[in-house]
Nanobody
Framework: QLQLVESGGGLVQPGGSLRLSCAAS????????IGWFRQAPGKEREGVSC????????NYADSVKGRFTISRDNAKNTVYLQMNSLKPEDTAVYYC????????????????WGQGTQVTVSS
């Protein structure tokens, strides 16, 4: 029923850019707020960014503020994460997930998750 598919990850040099996509399948994405999370090896999953169901409100983790931009195109049933000025510490598997509100990035409040896409920032 609720299924999200991330894409757009890959290998990029420090200072480079990537745009991640989160596409919905089996439901209308604009019914939900969408959060982006990431998990690096040996670390817990952390919230990166979140956007409200209509895109009127967005928020970002301090570590990515000013470099990442979240947006959504409800007509295409897709949410995007534009990542600029990438740093090696951004290396992680990135996930998108649904919730009824962005809250404080509590993973327990996000109930449907994608499979993740790998982002590697290295020279």
């Amino acid at each position: 029923q609720l299924q999200l598919v991330e894409s757009g990850g890959g290998l990029v040099q420090p200072g480079g850019s990537l745009r991640l996509s989160c596409a919905a399948s089996g439901f209308t994405l604009d019914y939900y707020a969408i959060g982006w999370f990431r998990q690096a090896p040996g670390k817990e999953r952390e919230g990166v960014s979140c956007i409200s169901r209509r895109g009127s409100s967005t928020n970002y983790a301090d570590s990515v503020k000013g470099r990442f931009t979240i947006s959504r195109d409800n007509a295409k049933n897709t949410v995007y994460l534009q990542m600029n000025s990438l740093k090696p510490e951004d290396t992680a598997v990135y996930y998108c997930a649904t919730a009824f509100g962005c809250s404080d990035y509590d993973p327990n409040l996000f109930f449907s998750w994608g499979q993740g896409t790998q982002v590697t920032v290295s020279s």
